[in-house]
């Protein structure tokens, strides 16, 4: 008991079937207009205080009215405190910065998790292992080896999963998927989808001063299963371009941007449950950089066109260079017999154009990004059923985004790489077996 309450994990213990109710019933648990009563909301936390954890807090999260947040957890202090204290507003968030005391400490439903990549599998399945469902940000995991632990993980604890690649739920693009899956078009002959760029390498660099309020174990906690490196900002704040961390995470990288085009293209194509069966490099690498009118920017680091095939002859062509207002690399175009329509994220275009000026297009959505993706999951842990973005459609999306960044580390132009989408390994590329998998640093072992 902690001011004479019972913790989840001592209400369990004690084999609890149900409380008394109280004589008097608050107000705030019978809801008022449409905000539903505090019994049928879910509460959940935060693991995981960076700047996308900031934009569901600030924009998703608060306008979901079945969701409510009670504590938020980051291993960096100062973190917890300043997110506190910018988007808390008038609620009293509990602050830890330890998220397995957070979840035994408060009466939680679930937990969102937007901790660094490579922090994100440990984070999940220790989070399942605990009781919660889980809302995983992308990418979801760092190898395919990983994420398919992290799906057997929620298949045995029965943890209701979302993974936020968001498209799943954006109205227009729901619809737009359907029109494809379905035969709409006829039958889809290949898919052009962007040639997304890679991970940088780290060098090490001189041991640089921890951030202020950092704790003795905070860079330890952080590094998780990577290979220990000495501390270095570039590192801590920048990690998301760096191979030891990511895939590629950074905008148009392949574990990026990556994420969600080919998430939405398993999607319309549905093929949400395999992949393809075959991967082939078209060219060699190159270290190359593409300028965006759309962003203003360059991106830069290796890129090289890969072609897929699946069992039924669809080919996807990852060789899309160009990111503008044709395609801004969160989506894919679909050639079929009967036209071709690509799906962006929250638009769609088509040819012919009837395609999509069909009067059942529900058009643009003007709420935020997220909002249908947060109230899916919320409405799924209440009902026990699958996700429209379930951890096992997120594996095989992420599956194809790390079979790129193999291919192109086999460097076998031209050769066909056979894959087998059931046992999740080629059957005729040992060296790209070896990149399933890495080491995991001891004491940050994935629990079985």
């Not at 799906?343 to 935020?368: A, F, H, K, T, Y």
Request: contains cysteine.
């Amino acid at each position: 008991m902690r001011d004479g309450r019972l913790t989840r994990r001592q209400a369990i213990k004690a084999g609890l079937g149900a409380l008394a109710l109280p004589a008097i019933i608050p107000s705030s648990a019978l809801g008022q207009g449409d905000r539903p009563g505090a019994n049928e909301r879910i509460n959940v936390g935060i693991i995981g205080l960076g700047g996308r954890a900031r934009w569901l807090a600030q924009h998703s999260l608060r306008n979901v009215a079945e969701v409510d947040v009670v504590a938020v957890c980051d291993i960096f202090r100062p973190r917890v405190d300043g997110f506190a204290n910018d988007l808390q507003g008038d609620a009293t968030w509990s602050k830890y910065d330890n998220f397995l005391e957070m979840i035994e400490q408060e009466n939680l439903d679930g937990v969102l998790i937007e901790t660094t990549t490579h922090a994100r599998a440990w984070v999940t399945v220790m989070a399942m292992q605990a009781g919660m469902d889980v809302y995983i940000e992308k990418p979801m995991c760092l190898t395919i080896a990983e994420g398919r632990e992290m799906v057997d993980a929620a298949r045995r604890y029965g943890r209701v999963t979302q993974v936020g690649t968001q498209q799943r739920t954006i109205p227009i693009n729901v619809w737009a998927s359907n029109l494809v899956k379905s035969g709409a078009l006829g039958r889809v002959d290949h898919v052009v989808a962007p040639n997304f760029t890679g991970p940088l390498t780290w060098t090490d660099e001189p041991e640089q001063p921890l951030p202020d309020g950092a704790s003795d174990t905070f860079w330890d906690v952080w590094t998780n299963q990577a290979v220990m490196r000495p501390y270095h900002p570039q590192l801590h704040y920048g990690w998301a371009k760096w191979w030891d961390y990511d895939g590629g995470g950074k905008s148009f990288g392949v574990t990026g941007w990556g994420t969600h085009a080919y998430d939405q293209l398993q999607c319309a194509l549905g093929t949400d449950d395999t992949g393809p069966v075959e991967v082939v490099l078209e060219e060699p690498v190159e270290f190359r950089s593409i300028w965006t009118d759309s962003d203003d920017m360059t991106l830069a680091g290796p890129r090289a066109k890969v072609t897929m095939r699946y069992a039924n002859g669809t080919e996807l062509r990852l060789h899309r260079d160009r990111v503008g207002n044709t395609l801004h690399g969160l989506g894919a175009n679909f050639v079929c017999e009967e036209g071709e329509i690509e799906i962006e994220r929250n638009q769609v275009s088509s040819d012919p154009p009837e395609i999509v000026q069909s009067p059942e297009n529900p058009g643009p959505n003007d709420r935020d990004e997220c909002y249908y993706h947060v109230l899916d999951w919320a409405q799924c842990i209440k009902s026990r059923g699958t996700c429209a973005a379930d951890i096992e459609y997120s594996q095989r999306a992420h599956t194809l985004c790390y079979l790129v960044n193999i291919a192109r580390d086999v460097g076998r132009v031209g050769e066909v790489l056979e894959w087998d989408p059931v046992a999740e390994r080629f059957t005729n590329c040992d060296e790209g077996n070896a990149m399933l998998s890495r080491p995991r640093r001891e004491g940050y072992e994935l629990p079985g």
